[in-house]
C-alpha cells in the first residue's frame, strides 16, 4: 500500500548535493546502511508514490494541423481566473501493486464522511461513500503495473465545507479563434471564445494488461491495455461566437453567439454522483475495425453527462431567447481514428 506521497521539488543540484553529503560521511556513519533483502524491502511503504504540486499559465500563439489546407487554433492561453497563475493544482502519480487501492474521483469526500466531517444526509455524499470505501481505504483499486496519475488540489480549504472542495481549482481558457485556411482562402469557424470554471478530480489510468486485447459491442478488436480518462469540471461563465460549425453532423449553428454559458450537472434525473459537476469519461488504445480492418487509435465507452445553460443566445445580432439542455448525454460512443 502507498503511503503519503513526498512532494517533488527536488532539483538536480539538489541531488548533486545529497550525493556529495553521502561520500563525506566518516566510515562510521557508513558502517550503520546495511543492505535491505526482498522481505524487508515488502515491509517498506511509500515506495513508487510521486506527489507534484504544480501551478503554471500556459499560452500558444498558434496550433496548425496541416494536410492539404490547415486548421488553426490561434492566441489559445489556459490560466486561473481573470488571467492569474493557474494553481493549487496536486498530481499524485504511482504504479499500483496487486489489488492495491489509490485515490480516485471523489474519495477524498469518502474520507471526509468516513470521518464523520460530511454528513451523509447528503446523496452525492452518501454515494462517494458506498463507492470508494474499500477496506477501510478510500479510493478505486487496481491491478499490479496499472499507472495511475490522479488530479486534485494541494488546498482544499475547510474540509467540513462541499464548496471548498469543489472550487479548490479554477481555471480560464481562452481562444482568439479556430480557422480552417485552403486554396480558397480562410474561414473562421469559432471566435472569442472564453470559459472560466473549475476542475474537479480528474484521473489517468494506463492499464497494464500486457499483450490482451477485447471484442467492443460493434465488433472492433482493441488492445487491453488502455488509457482511462475520467473527469468531473464546470464552467460557470462562457462566452463565444460560433461563425461557421455543425453539430453532430445536423444543425448548422453559423453566426450564433452565445453569452452567460454554464456547463454543470445539478438538474434532472442524472446528478447522482456528481455533486453538481459535468462529467466526462472515455478509454483510449490501439484498435482494429472490424468492417474495414484498418489499425487506428479506438476512442471507445466514451461518455459525457451535463446540464447546459446558454442565458442569451443570438443569431446575427439579435437574441431569440435563451436555451437549456438538461440530461444531456452522450454514450454508447465509438471512435476509430486512423489516416488515408
Not at 535491505?36 to 503554471?56: C, H, R, Y
Not at 449553428?253 to 453569452?259: K, T
Amino acid at each position: 500500500m502507498i503511503q503519503p506521497h513526498a512532494c517533488y521539488r527536488g532539483t538536480r543540484s539538489t541531488t548533486l548535493s545529497l550525493w556529495v553529503l553521502a561520500l563525506s560521511l566518516p566510515g562510521t556513519a557508513l558502517a550503520e546502511f546495511q543492505a535491505l533483502d526482498d522481505s524487508t524491502l515488502s515491509g517498506v511503504t511509500g515506495q513508487a508514490g510521486v506527489t507534484i504540486e504544480l501551478e503554471t499559465k500556459i499560452s500558444v500563439d498558434r496550433l496548425s494541423w496541416t494536410d492539404e489546407g490547415s486548421l488553426n487554433v490561434n492566441n489559445l492561453r489556459l490560466s486561473g481566473h481573470n488571467d492569474t497563475v493557474l494553481d493549487n493544482l496536486k498530481l499524485t502519480v504511482d504504479i499500483a501493486g496487486t489489488g492495491e487501492v489509490l485515490e480516485h474521483g471523489f474519495s477524498e469526500i469518502a474520507r471526509r464522511a468516513d470521518a464523520g466531517l460530511l454528513s451523509t444526509s447528503d446523496a452525492d455524499v452518501a454515494d462517494a461513500l458506498a463507492k470508494y470505501s474499500i477496506g477501510g481505504e478510500f479510493g478505486k483499486q487496481f491491478n499490479s503495473g496499472d499507472l495511475v496519475i490522479h488530479l486534485g488540489a494541494t488546498d482544499y480549504g475547510d474540509p467540513t465545507r462541499l464548496t471548498d472542495y469543489l472550487r479548490a481549482v479554477d481555471f480560464e481558457l481562452e481562444v482568439g479563434s479556430i480557422t480552417a485556411t485552403g486554396s480558397g482562402g480562410t474561414a473562421t469557424l469559432f471566435s472569442d471564445v472564453l470559459l472560466q470554471g473549475y476542475v474537479g478530480p480528474t484521473d489517468l489510468v494506463i492499464r497494464n494488461a500486457g499483450g490482451s486485447s477485447k471484442t467492443l459491442g460493434n465488433g472492433n478488436l482493441v488492445s487491453g491495455a488502455e488509457l482511462q480518462l475520467d473527469t468531473h469540471f464546470e464552467i460557470t461563465n462562457g462566452s463565444l461566437n460560433w461563425d461557421a460549425a455543425d453539430v453532430i453532423l445536423l444543425f448548422n449553428f453559423a453566426a450564433v453567439g452565445i453569452e452567460g454559458l454554464q456547463i454543470h450537472n445539478r438538474r434532472g434525473n442524472d446528478t447522482l454522483g456528481h455533486f453538481g459537476m459535468a462529467s466526462a469519461t472515455a478509454k483510449l488504445s490501439r484498435g482494429t475495425g472490424s468492417v474495414s480492418g484498418k489499425e487506428g487509435l479506438s476512442v471507445h465507452d466514451v461518455e459525457f453527462r451535463a446540464d447546459i445553460d446558454m442565458p442569451v443566445f443570438k443569431v446575427g445580432q439579435a437574441s431569440i431567447g435563451s436555451v437549456q439542455f438538461t440530461d444531456f448525454a452522450i454514450t454508447n460512443t465509438t471512435m476509430l481514428v486512423y489516416g488515408h
